[in-house]
């Protein structure tokens, strides 16, 4: 056996073992992360501080920071049910804003995903990212499509699935409030 030949065995052999190592840590990290089983928000409890970037232009925000009651959506640009929901959203987007309740879609998806995603320009106003950690901090089930209400105390009211009871209730009082109230 000459210099070479053992030279490109004992390199085969060194890869071969750095991809055992980084499988294995690999399997490792994922064991880990199923014996952590996420548990939704609940109620009462307070929304997990994190930063979100509007889709559009603006600065860096906390999504149902104290001080205004929020709805927090949770999308998936690869979800059909998302899509079906977005017309809906849309209606509902100039109503919130007019009851004093702010309404922003969070995703983790890239910038360019998003705005192929979303049809018209408000809805990409009233979308911002975060980065995949904070959004398993407010949407711990990866959940879509669904949401988080959250009151002026930031704490959370109730979260389930777009379409659900909680859902249809906040749809019906933003529907019935008198244009008057809108405007205030």
Known sequence: MDATTLQL?????AFAIAGNLWLSLAVLRASRRERIA???LAPGQ????VQARPLAVG??????????AAVLLFLASRCP???EKLAG????????????LAMWLLSEEPARRLRAFLPGDSLRTATARLALRDYRRVNPLMSSPSY???NDQGLVEAAGLIGDEDWLALVGQLNAAPPQERAA
């Open 59 to 68: 600065a860096r925000f906390q999504p149902g920071a104290r001080g205004q």
């Open 38 to 40: 996420p548990t939704a």
């Open 9 to 13: 065995v004992l390199a085969a052999l």
């Open 81 to 83: 049910k998302c899509a």
């Open 148 to 150: 988080v209400f959250v």
């Open 89 to 100: 959203i849309e209606r509902l987007l100039p109503l919130a804003r007019d009851a004093g």
């Open 46 to 49: 307070p929304l997990p501080a």
